[in-house]
């Protein structure tokens, strides 16, 4: 009886790995997003609370900054790899991964790791906070 309350508490204690295979989904379609100009649907996949600190020096970005930004930043082409999911508690998830991208109007090819927050809000992940960093 005390072997069997014991599993079932480690069973209930144990956090829910969050869905990978989605999560790496939500990044592929926010970049799309972002790429297409697509500001409501970029828009949506942000929690309340938002923010990003990328690699320019400007400091962190609230959601109307980063959404504005895709007016001034356009995309011409991007690669997404080597994804990386942990959980953080049972309503979370760090998403890391690699990214190689081109800038319209600039001859420089970009390389950055990303480090992002993923937080569940009833029934789906928002992104809650985005670090960029460059690598060589």
Do not use: C
């Not at 942000?46 to 600190?53: K, S």
């Not at 990328?54 to 930043?73: H, L, M, P, Q, Y």
């Not at 995309?75 to 979370?92: C, R, S, V």
């Amino acid at each position: 009886m005390l072997a069997s309350a014991w599993a079932q508490q480690q069973t209930q204690a144990t956090p829910a790995r969050p869905p990978a295979s989605a999560l790496e989904a939500k990044v592929r379609r926010a970049w799309e997003d972002f790429k297409n100009k697509n500001k409501s649907g970029f828009a949506a996949i942000l929690a309340d609370g938002f923010a990003e600190v990328e690699d320019d020096g400007g400091g962190s970005r609230n959601a109307k900054a980063e959404v504005a930004e895709i007016d001034e930043f356009n995309l011409d082409q991007y690669t997404l790899k080597d994804f990386k999911i942990k959980p953080i508690g049972a309503d979370g998830a760090l998403v890391t991964y690699m990214a190689e991208y081109t800038v319209s109007g600039q001859s420089v090819h970009q390389k950055a790791a990303y480090g992002e927050v993923w937080v569940r809000r009833g029934n789906d992940w928002k992104l809650l906070y985005v670090q960029e960093t460059k690598v060589k």
